[in-house]
Nanobody
Framework: QVQLVESGGGLVQAGGSLRLSCAASGRTFSLYAVGWFRQAPGKEREFVAASGWGGSSTHYVDSVKGRFTISRDNAKNTVFLQMNSLKPEDTAVYYC???????????????????WGQGTQVIVSS
């Protein structure tokens, strides 16, 4: 069983930065891929970025490439999403999810995930 807790959301002006954290319970965190997803009001949840199990791969949706960076600290069971040059269209609730033995790209195409966090709100004002 893995429990995920997101933090770091907030209100920021366009062009600003935020760093989201996804803290996981469990002793085998390195065996899990962790992905970030977001859901804006009235829209479907979409994939944002992922770190493959073992941290060997990363994958991003095109709209955040060059602006967002995903990283992980397996010793602290935490995955980070550094978000720079934020835009109003990045406004959403951001969720992290985890799947065992999955690649980063695999996280972007799977229709379901084993574990989800509760989400953290990001609001980017223009």
């Amino acid at each position: 069983q893995v429990q995920l807790v997101e933090s770091g959301g907030g209100l920021v002006q366009a062009g600003g930065s935020l760093r989201l954290s996804c803290a996981a319970s469990g002793r085998t965190f390195s065996l899990y891929a962790v992905g970030w997803f977001r859901q804006a009001p009235g829209k479907e949840r979409e994939f944002v970025a992922a770190s493959g199990w073992g941290g060997s791969s990363t994958h991003y949706v095109d709209s955040v490439k060059g602006r967002f960076t995903i990283s992980r600290d397996n010793a602290k069971n935490t995955v980070f999403l550094q978000m720079n040059s934020l835009k109003p269209e990045d406004t959403a609730v951001y969720y992290c999810a985890a799947d065992q033995f999955t690649t980063a790209q695999g996280m972007s195409v799977r229709s379901s995930h084993e574990y989800w966090g509760q989400g953290t709100q990001v609001i980017v004002s223009s």
